[in-house]
């Protein structure tokens, strides 16, 4: 079973299966800067320990991030190397899944797409197309993981 990291807030949940890496945040609370840069400075030096990730499931209902923290998450993409290929964003705004095409516009040889939570599964499947991870280990985790936040916002 993969481990679940959390930032020192709790706000940001993270685990790395294969080359897919994990990423959960809460919604209640909102992400600060200092959340990000956190979590962007831990997978950086997990991915120079264990070799780059090759896509990510980012899972966030409402996926509010300020521009300054999307500048922070464009800046650090150069940390994932080269053979980055996919993002999958997961949430219920239909405003950010649209973006994402735009955002994905902006970063060639990245393929990126939105999927409403009701289609995780859909989002892995999309994701297997573009890096090697266990499907259904991913899907159990990213379960744990929305299920943990949720139970620590709710104290």
């Known amino acids: 079973m993969p481990i679940i990291k959390l930032t020192k807030s709790r ?11 994990i ?31 090759k896509a990510f499931l980012t899972y966030s209902k409402t996926a509010r991030l300020s521009p300054m923290q999307r500048k922070m998450i ?6 994932l190397g080269k053979d980055f290929r996919a993002n999958a964003i997961v949430t219920d705004s ?5 973006m994402l095409t735009a955002f994905g516009w902006m970063l060639p040889g990245i393929k990126t797409d939105g999927f409403p ?11 297997e197309k573009h890096c090697a991870f266990d499907r259904e280990d ?4 990213v379960e744990r993981m929305i299920n943990l936040l949720a139970k620590l916002e709710s104290k």
């Open 23 to 53: 990423v959960v945040m809460t919604d209640q609370l909102g992400i600060s800067g200092d959340d990000l840069r956190e979590f962007i400075n831990a997978a950086t030096a997990d991915y120079k320990a264990r070799g780059p990730v």
């Open 117 to 127: 939570p009701s289609k995780i599964a859909e989002a892995l499947v999309w994701l």
């Open 94 to 98: 239909l405003l950010v899944r649209g």
């Open 138 to 141: 991913a899907r159990r985790t």
């Open 74 to 79: 464009y800046d650090s993409l150069d940390a």
């Open 11 to 21: 706000h940001i949940a993270y685990s790395r299966i294969d080359q897919l890496q």
